[in-house]
């Protein structure tokens, strides 16, 4: 069983529009989430971090955590098609050495 | 400021070959890890140095693959007698560790080396 699961996609968005990505993970321990976005060909580049249940907001990124569902999620306002790229879910263990990745969702953003 | 750097960008080889990748971290973070990602897949985790210590090695990394950061500095990684299974894109990260028990860093990749066996 996948530790850290994410829908492949693609998931299409028209441009302006909210994108919402979404990541289950099996750690109940697990405490720090991250979300990466990868360009095709590119290497994974850091957008956001969260640690604590709840809403963590920067710029027109929103992530979300639940810790109860085991759930973590990605907000992107005002969709623009430079956004379209694939989106990777990490979830740190508790050792603080390693982050396992989900397989990424795929995003599509249309003008 | 300048992120992490790692060479060669592309190397390809064949099979039965030994190749060696070279990572250089951001140069005030502590810890440095390997991570290899195959096409469609997300990245997967080989191996972690904090300073010169390597401290935890996946199952995926055999007898085949070795790590090294000797001064604490930058990292090499080996694989010997490569395989066509060992084509993928092989990534480098650092973090600077300051949460300590109960939680991971943030952790910043290089460019990757991209591996094509023959």
């Known amino acids: ?111 | 400021d300048t992120g992490v750097s790692q060479d060669p960008r592309h190397k390809i080889t064949k099979r039965g070959q030994n190749v060696t990748f070279r990572c250089d971290p951001i140069s005030e973070h502590n810890r440095l890890y390997w991570y290899r990602q195959t096409l469609g897949q997300g990245p997967e985790f080989l191996t972690y140095f904090q300073n010169e210590a390597q401290l935890e090695k996946s199952r995926l990394l055999s007898d085949r693959f070795s790590a090294e950061r000797p001064k604490g500095s930058f990292s090499t990684l080996e694989i010997q007698r490569t395989e066509q299974g060992d084509s993928a894109m092989y990534l480098c990260a650092s973090s600077l560790a300051f949460r300590g028990a109960g939680g991971s860093d943030e952790q910043f990749f290089g460019p990757g080396t991209r591996l094509t066996v023959l």
């Open chain 1, 1 to 111: 069983q996948k530790e850290v699961e994410q829908n492949s996609g693609p998931l299409s968005v028209p441009e302006g529009a909210i994108a919402s990505l979404n990541c289950t993970y099996s750690d109940r321990g697990s405490q720090s989430f991250f979300w990466y976005r990868q360009y095709s060909g590119k290497s994974p580049e850091l957008i956001m971090f969260i640690y604590s249940n709840g809403d963590k907001e920067d710029g027109r990124f929103t992530a979300q955590l639940n810790k109860a569902s085991q759930y973590v999620s990605l907000l992107i306002r005002d969709s623009q098609p430079s956004d379209s790229a694939t989106y990777l879910c990490a979830v740190g263990n508790n050792a603080g050495n390693m982050l396992t990745f989900g397989g990424g969702t795929r995003l599509m953003v249309k003008p």
